[in-house]
């Protein structure tokens, strides 16, 4: 079976990854991939939506995967759809879940769906006022794609004003930011949690924890995620149960009641809090760097899942786990998330011994006279399964400490709150 891989981050090396070792795969294709991805995949520069549904026809590509957002929400699996070819990922209507945020919270609201309250606006006075008469903390939110930073949790009315501004005023967003969404602030633990659906059915992934800030203790500013675990134990059985009762079910429920039925792998971030699970976004991909120790838990076939989804059997799909735990460290540049230097040389990096257990995934790197550099903000996801939080975690570390470039840095207490969680209420199951 051909199939081409769209997008070239951390996320799609882990699945690169992943495909590669299918029994049912023949071929693997990247698009764009990366220097990390083409040891796995043939990588070809293809830009814009038309030259992929051009190649995938020309090529026999059987399945085309999607892992970045923006593809999908532009209509990249209609387009392949269209001409009859198959797809993993959702359609432009259904990835409206993460393209437009007023449309994701109405849509719970339609449904039931347990969330923060919320106000949409279209007009910067409206938005104000209503900033003036509620109480803080506000959380204020573009609504389309604003690569993961359209999100401003505000503490008081200044900073709310301010956040507005940035959006409707400046544009900083550009068009993402024309309507915004103002959310009450939920407190609680986040989790991030997974399904593939093939608009009916659906298969879940053992719960994962990211880690938001840039600092240890979850301090300082906000980024795409420097590093995750899973299963996250903060997700007891019967909180996962809750979970699948009252968000998995209603939202797969709702869009195919809406003619937007959801095929893909549907990503719900959620705030848990006093034992309620609430839904605080959902985006129409994996999570990155969830994906990452999600892969490394997964001991059977990736392409079966997928195909699974494609071709509607979600429901007898049952995938094995590896028991124990995954996880996975983000070493990241010297400035990151503000500015950083690329083009810095890494060491180590070849000597690693790497296996089916432990394995680093480049999520911003280079090759340049035949060494390795660093060529983004996030740059490598170390990743690592052992038996428990603890012992993956050791390799995870150990595999760190023999590697780096001038400046990297990386979280030193990744995974630690499932391993708090561990010694109060007992080890989670995938
Ligand atoms: P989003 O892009 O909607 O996931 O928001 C990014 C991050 O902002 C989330 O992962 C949360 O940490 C935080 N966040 C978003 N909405 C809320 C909310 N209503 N209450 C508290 N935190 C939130
Ligand atoms: N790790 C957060 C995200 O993928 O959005």
Same mark, same amino acid.
């Given at each position: 079976m051909k199939v081409l891989l769209v997008g070239g981050g951390g996320r799609e090396h882990a699945l690169a990854w992943k495909l590669a $070792?299918?029994? $049912?795969?023949?071929r693997l294709y990247a698009a764009p991939g990366s220097a990390a991805i083409a040891r796995l995949a043939e990588c070809l520069p293809l830009k814009g939506s038309a030259a992929i549904v051009e190649f995938a026809a020309r090529a026999g590509i059987d399945l085309t995967v999607v892992g970045p957002e923006a593809p999908l929400v532009e209509g990249l699996a209609d387009a392949l759809l269209a001409r009859g070819l198959r797809v993993f990922g959702p359609t432009r209507a259904a990835a409206a879940l993460e393209g437009s945020k007023s449309f994701a919270k109405e849509f719970m609201r339609r449904h039931g769906i347990p969330s923060a309250p919320f106000a949409v606006f279209d007009r910067i006075e409206a938005a104000r006022a209503h900033i003036a008469e509620q109480p803080g903390p506000y959380v204020v939110k573009a609504d389309g794609l604003a690569a993961g930073k359209g999100v401003s949790i505000c503490a008081n009315r200044a900073d709310a004003v301010e956040a507005l501004e940035r959006m409707m005023v400046r544009r900083e967003f550009g068009e993402a930011g024309a309507r915004v969404v103002i959310e009450a602030f939920l407190p609680g633990e986040e989790a991030s949690y997974f399904c593939i659906s093939d608009g009916t059915g659906y298969v879940t992934f053992p719960a994962c924890q990211d880690h938001k800030r840039i600092h240890d203790g979850d301090r300082g500013p906000n980024t795409g995620g420097m590093g995750a675990y899973c299963p996250a134990p903060i997700l007891t059985p019967a909180l996962e149960r809750r979970v699948q009762e009252s968000i998995v079910e209603p939202t797969l429920r709702g869009m195919a009641a809406e003619g937007r039925p959801y095929r893909g792998v549907l990503y719900i971030g959620l705030m848990i809090a006093g034992g309620e699970p609430r839904v605080v976004e959902y985006n129409c991909r994996f999570g990155d760097p969830e994906c990452q120790p999600l892969m490394l838990m997964l001991e059977s076939d990736l392409l079966e899942l997928l195909l699974g989804a494609v071709e509607g059997r979600c429901a007898t799909q049952r995938p094995r786990w590896r028991p124990g735990a995954a996880a996975c460290i983000v070493m990241a540049s010297a400035g990151y998330p503000g500015e950083y230097a690329t083009g810095v040389p890494i060491h180590g990096l070849e000597s690693l011994a790497e296996n089916e257990t432990c394995a680093v995934f480049h999520a911003g790197t280079a090759l340049a006279d035949g060494g390795w550099v660093t060529n983004g903000g996030r740059v490598l996801g170390v990743t690592a399964w052992d038996a428990s939080l603890q012992a993956a975690l050791a390799k995870g570390y150990a595999l760190v400490g023999q590697m780096g470039w001038e400046g990297v840095s990386y979280r030193k207490d990744i995974g630690q709150k499932g391993i708090a969680k561990v010694r109060s209420v007992g080890p989670a199951g995938p």
């Open positions: $070792r299918s029994p $049912r795969l023949t």
